[in-house]
Each structure stands twice: as structure tokens, then as C-alpha cells.
């Protein structure tokens, strides 16, 4: 073999390798995000969902889903009801961390 196809075959050898490691370590995050997320119960629906929508029925597809401890609390500065309406989702927070608006 020549000097050229030795180095072209050490290259796609390389190559090769380098890709075989890649795909193990993607596979690999996956595989611990997956376990991480284990237990973990999905939302029903998206922020956008939410808009406009009821309390109480925002807070029965929660339970619905499998959600506990759901808590409700009043808008105490709810004066004339221009931006959020009487009853109206304001925002909801999910374990103290994802907000939706």
C-alpha cells in the first residue's frame, strides 16, 4: 500500500471511531434523562392553553392528569377586572420552579 491509502484508512478509521463514541455518549444522556424524568407527570396542556381560561377548570385538568396539592390563591389587587378577569388564570407555577403565564 502507498503512503496516501494508509493515511486515507487511518482517517476513515478515525473517523469511524469518532462517530461510534458520539452516538454511545448521545444514547447514554438520553437513557439518564430519561430515568430522571421517570415518575414525572406531563402537563396536559400549554401556556397558551391557559389564556383566559377558568380556575376551576384549569385546576380539575390538573388533578385529572394526576397533579396533588394543587393550590389556588386570590387576586387580591383584582379591582375593575380590565387585564384578568374574575376567575381567570393569572399564571401558574409548577413545584415552586416552571411559571407559565
Known amino acids: 500500500m502507498d503512503k496516501r491509502r494508509k493515511i486515507l484508512i487511518l482517517g476513515i478509521s478515525l473517523f ?3 462517530i461510534i463514541l458520539t452516538v454511545g455518549v448521545i444514547t447514554d444522556n438520553i437513557a439518564d434523562k430519561n430515568d430522571e424524568n421517570a415518575g414525572l407527570i406531563s402537563i ?3 401556556s397558551l ?13 390538573l388533578e385529572d392528569a394526576g397533579f396533588v396539592n394543587v393550590v389556588t390563591l386570590k387576586i387580591e389587587d383584582l379591582s375593575l377586572g ?5 376567575g381567570e388564570v393569572e399564571s401558574l407555577t409548577i413545584d415552586s420552579g416552571i411559571s407559565y403565564y
Not at 392553553?49 to 377548570?57: F, G, I, P, S, W
Open 82 to 86: 380590565i387585564v384578568t378577569k374574575d
Open 16 to 18: 469511524v471511531i469518532f
Open 49 to 61: 392553553d391557559l389564556e383566559k381560561e377558568n380556575y376551576a377548570k384549569v385546576v380539575k385538568q
Open 44 to 46: 396536559p396542556f400549554s
